[in-house]
């Protein structure tokens, strides 16, 4: 089993920062890709940022320029850098990763963090 643990979400004003941080553990051989996703209320949930395995990042359209997704291979954690928040960045975010356990691949999804942003 892999367990994905997020923390680092909160309160902020407009204009603020965050980092979010979501570690990996368990029966793990190799992971493949890392994102954040978030979900506003009453919307689906969509893609932030996702990163290979390799560093190489990709970003939706109303992260880029703000927001800065990384990883650290050596402690399966994945991080989200967020500047300049607005009030449309409130969301809870998920930490999802591609994850070779032995038997294959599977996607694995955090709990969630709140993120809220007042203006």
């Known amino acids: 089993q892999v367990q994905l643990v997020e923390s680092g979400g909160g309160s902020v004003q407009a204009g603020g920062s965050l980092t979010l941080s979501c570690a990996a553990s368990?029966?793990?051989?190799?992971?493949?890709?890392m994102a954040w996703y978030r979900q506003a209320p009453g919307k689906q949930r969509e893609l932030v940022a996702v990163?290979?395995?390799?560093?190489?990042?990709s970003y939706a359209d109303s992260a880029k320029d703000r927001f800065t997704i990384s990883r650290d291979n050596a402690k399966n954690t994945v991080y989200l850098h967020m500047n300049s928040l607005n009030p449309e960045d409130t969301a809870v975010y998920y930490c999802?990763?591609?994850?070779?356990?032995?038997?294959?691949?599977?996607?694995?999804w955090g709990q969630g963090t709140q993120v809220t942003v007042s203006s």
């Open positions: 999802n990763a591609n994850v070779h356990t032995g038997w294959g691949f599977d996607a694995y």
């Open positions: 368990g029966s793990i051989v190799i992971i493949d890709n």
């Open positions: 990163i290979s395995s390799g560093g190489s990042p």
